[in-house]
């Protein structure tokens, strides 16, 4: 049986923290959507069209040791704003979503788009400045040399850009719940998600 949790949200809001921990929670199968882009994007700084190199995406190129950049990420929103692009990505993660056993599935696009019939659909957000502390502070234990006021205009210049476009546009699916983490743990978050997923399981 199949079983989609779809957690969309804008840049750096935990949704990849809350998914990884939401699938081991209940045994699921996690994709991070955003690594698609993030990869289709990060081809293009060898010279591939975007559309070609969404086409001929492979497993290597999602364990790309660069993908976590703000350089991949700006990448990744204006290559996610083509809609050949994001056509060329569909079906697998379509598969994904429906694939036995259950998915979480982390993105932009998963509740409104991928998996409109998600049997949970949730929508994790921050404040400006709670997500680029948050993405800051993973950025320079990281190794990476940045500001967080460099890191702050980054998140909301890809926002932005995935907000505006007319292909999948960054939005709350109607029948989203929407969770602000801007005062919470992680620890809170997950609690939180769990406890609202088992009771839309029950
Ligand atoms: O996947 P997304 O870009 O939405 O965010 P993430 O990579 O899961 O989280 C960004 C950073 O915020 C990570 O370093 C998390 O550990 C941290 N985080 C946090 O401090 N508090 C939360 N409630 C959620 C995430
Ligand atoms: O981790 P963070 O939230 O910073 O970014 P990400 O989830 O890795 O996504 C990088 C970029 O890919 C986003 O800014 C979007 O432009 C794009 N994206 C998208 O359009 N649709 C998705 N389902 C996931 C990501």
């Known amino acids: 049986m199949s079983f989609c949790i779809a957690i969309d949200g804008p840049a750096a809001a935990g949704k990849g923290t809350v998914s990884r921990a939401v ?24 010279g591939l069209s975007p559309i070609e190199a969404a086409k001929t995406l492979t497993a290597e190129d999602l364990a790309r040791a660069d993908l976590r950049t703000a350089d ?41 788009v991928i998996c409109p019939d998600a049997e ?12 680029a502390k948050r993405r800051f502070d993973e950025l320079t234990a990281g190794g990476a040399e940045t500001t967080f006021d460099h890191v702050l205009a980054d998140l909301r210049e890809r926002d932005a850009r995935d907000s505006a476009r007319a292909a999948a546009p960054l939005k709350p699916a109607e029948d989203a719940k929407i969770i602000d983490t801007s005062d919470m743990t992680i620890d809170a978050a997950v609690a939180q998600v769990v406890a609202f997923i088992k009771a839309q399981r029950a």
């Open 23 to 46: 699938a081991e929670e209940f045994g699921f199968a996690h994709l991070d959507t955003g690594l698609l882009y993030r990869a289709t994007g990060a081809k293009t700084f060898e």
């Open 72 to 112: 991949a990420g700006q990448a990744a929103s204006r290559v996610a704003a083509i809609p050949e692009v994001r056509e060329a990505l569909i079906d697998f993660q379509r598969a994904f979503a429906r694939r036995t056993g259950g998915a979480v599935l982390d993105g932009r696009d998963i509740g409104t």
């Open 120 to 131: 949970v659909k949730l929508y994790i957000t921050a404040t400006d400045d709670i997500r």
